[in-house]
Nanobody
Framework: QVQLVESGGGGVQAGGSLRLSCVAS????????MGWFRRAPGKQRELVAD???????NYADSVKGRFTISRDNSKNTVALQMNRLKPEDTAVYYC??????????????WGQGTQVTVSS
């Protein structure tokens, strides 16, 4: 089994910053991709940013230049630094990892979610 545990959500005023962290634990051979998704009220879950094992990153257009994703492969962690937050960034943020549990088998895992609320 693989578990993802997120931390760092909360409330902040517009223009402020928050940092989310996620740590993966359990039966992990390697982690191929780690990322952050979010679901705002009344909307579908969407990709915020992800990063592969080589450090290549991908961002949603809405967060480019404001958010930075990073990972520490030695600790199986991924972080999302969120700057210049806007009210429209308010959502539940989910950590996602694509984990190789063996050399031939990969599985998809989600964290429980952490609330980010940005007030105007």
């Amino acid at each position: 089994q693989v578990q993802l545990v997120e931390s760092g959500g909360g409330g902040v005023q517009a223009g402020g910053s928050l940092r989310l962290s996620c740590v993966a634990s359990g039966s992990i051979f390697s982690i191929n991709n780690m990322g952050w998704f979010r679901r705002a009220p009344g909307k579908q879950r969407e990709l915020v940013a992800d990063i592969n094992s080589g450090g290549v990153t991908n961002y949603a257009d809405s967060v480019k230049g404001r958010f930075t994703i990073s990972r520490d492969n030695s600790k199986n962690t991924v972080a999302l630094q969120m700057n210049r937050l806007k009210p429209e960034d308010t959502a539940v943020y989910y950590c996602r990892a694509i984990v190789s549990v063996t050399i031939n088998q990969a599985t998809l895992h989600w964290g429980q979610g952490t609330q980010v609320t940005v007030s105007s």
